[in-house]
T-cell receptor, first 119, second 111 residues
């Protein structure tokens, strides 16, 4: 079965400091990988997605970046955090995991999330 | 592009039935998903509709009408643990495939 790991779970960082969040997927190959952010009281915002190694698409202009150095590893980074970067960051993968049954739907599965507070 | 609308909040009592509506506009439909998200946790998959009609999974059912761009999630025999946010989402087929979410409906179940 497939599993997704994301860390760290919680972090508090000062403004201007760097950021690195890591995500790995097990039990599947060549998954599509995603980073979402959920700010307080807001919906899930798609930040980045990747269809393969070193293939990253950015959804919104910001001071965040993403990298995919290996097939099942996805990293979210920032060189200098802003207050507005605070939020709940979620890594996800998609593939035909069988969760939707016989339809074989392309279901999105999330990691446990990383809660970032920038002070 | 995609536009997904759902009510912000709903309240209900234990044992009752609640229906959470979702309307969407999307170019290129490839299925509608419902996710449940408890406070402080990641969303988890609930249901998926790609054809019109009702999909039933225990106490939860989801309905889809593609011609109307409309879906609903029906929760029966409500329990306190059903208090959560319910997210409606559709796959985007242009500018890269990705699941686009509505802002979610926060359901509060009281005794």
């Amino acid at each position: 079965s497939q599993t997704i790991h994301q860390w760290p779970a919680t972090l508090v960082q000062p403004v201007g400091s760097p950021l690195s969040l890591e995500c790995t997927v097990e039990g599947t190959s060549n998954p599509n990988l995603y980073w979402y952010r959920q700010a307080a009281g807001r919906g899930l915002q798609l930040l980045f997605y990747s269809i393969g190694i070193d293939q990253i698409s950015s959804e919104v202009p910001q001071n965040l970046s993403a990298s995919r150095p290996q097939d099942r590893q996805f990293i979210l980074s920032s060189k200098k955090l802003l207050l507005s970067d605070s939020g709940f960051y979620l890594c996800a993968w998609s593939g035909f995991s069988g969760l939707a049954g016989l339809s074989g739907a392309n279901v999105l599965t999330f990691g446990a999330g990383s809660r970032l507070t920038v002070l | 592009g995609q536009n997904i609308d759902q009510p912000t909040e709903m309240t209900a009592t234990e044992g009752a039935i609640v229906q959470i509506n979702c309307t969407y506009q999307t170019s290129g439909f490839n299925g509608l998903f419902w996710y449940q998200q408890h406070a402080g946790e990641a969303p988890t998959f609930l249901s998926y509709n790609v054809l019109d009609g009702l999909e039933e999974k225990g106490r939860f059912s989801s309905f889809l009408s593609r011609s109307k761009g409309y879906s609903y999630l029906l929760l029966k025999e409500l329990q306190m643990k059903d208090s959560a946010s319910y997210l409606c989402a559709v796959w985007r087929k242009q500018a890269g495939t990705a699941l686009i979410f509505g802002k979610g409906t926060t359901l509060s179940v009281s005794s």
